[in-house]
């Protein structure tokens, strides 16, 4: 019998050396302008990361102080420390790190950090598939996912996530060999035990796939659905489904009669409608939202916004 590949990937790195270990820590976080300074302690760091990409765990110790902003849009974290602290989401929604609590990243927008000398776990899932696995739990398409997290979890909610992360563990790292499916399994489990313990809501995703789309037209939509909080382009929704940008735009105007941006846009509009009708004006901006989801001529936008929806982003927000 054919024995099959090991489906996780194993990074494991360590040093003493505080230049590299920013180096590295951006590069792994996707993050910018860490800010790394020497405490009482001896410098080390060591990062190791196990899994797929679908979910992976990481854990890291570092001893030192460490500021900066990550921002991680494609997946959703959550973390702990074993030992040190510090604050998460610094300026806002403030939440501290301490020993057996469990938070999740902020998962909508860019944030600060301030940590020091940390022993820290990291458990991360694509959030695609966290998307899915959430609409499957409360009967729904899937939509964007918003977790609180300056809402800290109960005491029964912790202990239950800390068993699934233990159970979980033993599959990632362990000697014996493990299948696709298996794995897979073990995501799903940890996804849903993420969900019972993190207030969470689910914006549904009220743009439709336009009637008459049907083969890669259809694909494109979806595809552009589950990714619009990203940069993509024409050209990224072309290759995906496997077509030239003209053979796209040729494939939409024959089967909806509209572009692909356009249809693109008309998401990421009604996306900026489902954040200001859940926002308040107390701690919500229209041009904050707007920015972060590519809008950047504010002008332009409101009267976009105005002639999708009938009323104007501020009344929206202020309803």
Do not use: K
């Amino acid at each position: 019998m054919t024995e099959l590949p090991d489906p996780r990937t194993v990074f494991e790195t360590t040093g003493t050396d505080l230049d590299a270990a920013r180096a590295m820590f951006e590069e792994a976080y996707g993050a910018s302008g860490f800010l790394p300074e020497r405490s009482e302690r001896d410098f080390g760091y060591r990062f190791r990361s196990v899994g797929d990409a679908t979910m992976s765990f990481r854990s890291t110790r570092y001893d030192a102080r460490m500021v900066g902003e990550v921002a991680s849009p494609d997946e959703f974290v959550v973390t702990w420390v074993g030992e040190g602290g510090g604050v998460v989401d610094v300026g806002r929604d403030e939440v501290a790190l301490a020993p057996g609590r469990p938070v999740v990243f902020p998962n909508e927008r860019p944030f600060r950090f301030d940590l020091a000398d940390v022993r820290q776990n990291l458990v991360q899932i694509d959030r695609v598939f966290l998307e899915r696995v959430a609409a499957e739990v409360h009967g729904t398409e899937p939509g964007t996912l918003v977790l609180d997290h300056a809402v800290p979890p109960g005491a029964e909610a912790v202990r239950a996530w800390n068993a699934q992360v233990q159970d979980a563990a033993r599959i990632l790292f362990g000697s014996a060999p493990v299948s696709v499916l298996a794995l897979a399994e073990t995501a799903r489990r940890t996804a849903l035990a993420l969900l019972s313990t993190f207030p969470h809501h689910v914006v549904a995703r009220r743009f439709p796939v336009p009637t008459g789309a049907s083969g890669r037209v259809r694909a494109a939509v979806e595809y552009m659905q589950a990714v619009a909080h990203t940069p993509i382009t024409t050209t990224d929704v072309a290759e995906h489904v496997g077509l030239s940008v003209r053979g796209l735009q040729q494939a939409f105007q024959r089967q909806i009669g509209v572009a692909p941006n356009a249809v693109l846009r008309g998401i990421r509009l009604d996306r900026v409608r489902d954040e200001l009708r859940a926002g308040s004006p107390a701690e919500t901006t229209v041009a904050s939202v707007a920015v972060q989801w590519g809008f950047a001529h504010l002008g332009r936008f409101s009267a976009a916004y105005a002639r999708r929806f009938g009323e104007y982003p501020r009344d929206t927000l202020h309803t």
